[in-house]
Nanobody
Framework: QVQLVESGGGLVQAGGSLRLSCAAS????????MDWYRQAPGKQRRELVA????????TYADFVKGRFTISRDNAKNTMYLQMNSLNSEDTAVYYC?????????WGQGTQVTVSS
């Protein structure tokens, strides 16, 4: 079983920055992707970054491109999301997702609130 734990969320003023972390543990078999999503109140969960492991391509959603950057520490099985120039529309619960050979796994989410 794979466990994902997100952290780093909080309250930030518009124009500010936050760095989210997603730590993966457990039995990970043949990791394929490790991505970030978010879900705003009353809206569907949306993918922010699609990132192939093993040096594959990374694709950012248009609404975060140029502001958000994904990075990884493979030795720690941890993924990061650096978020800059935040605005009120970025207020949401942020989730990480890991896809491996056996399934798709989600963390519990971390709340990001941007005040205007």
């Amino acid at each position: 079983q794979v466990q994902l734990v997100e952290s780093g969320g909080g309250l930030v003023q518009a124009g500010g920055s936050l760095r989210l972390s997603c730590a993966a543990s457990g039995r990970i078999s043949g990791m394929k992707t490790m991505d970030w999503y978010r879900q705003a109140p009353g809206k569907q969960r949306r993918e922010l970054v699609a990132s192939m492991t093993g040096g594959g391509s990374t694709t950012y959603a248009d609404f975060v491109k140029g502001r958000f950057t994904i990075s990884r520490d493979n030795a720690k099985n941890t993924m990061y999301l650096q978020m800059n120039s935040l605005n009120s529309e970025d207020t949401a619960v942020y989730y990480c997702n890991l896809l491996d050979y056996y399934g798709s796994y989600w963390g519990q989410g971390t709340q990001v609130t941007v005040s205007s």
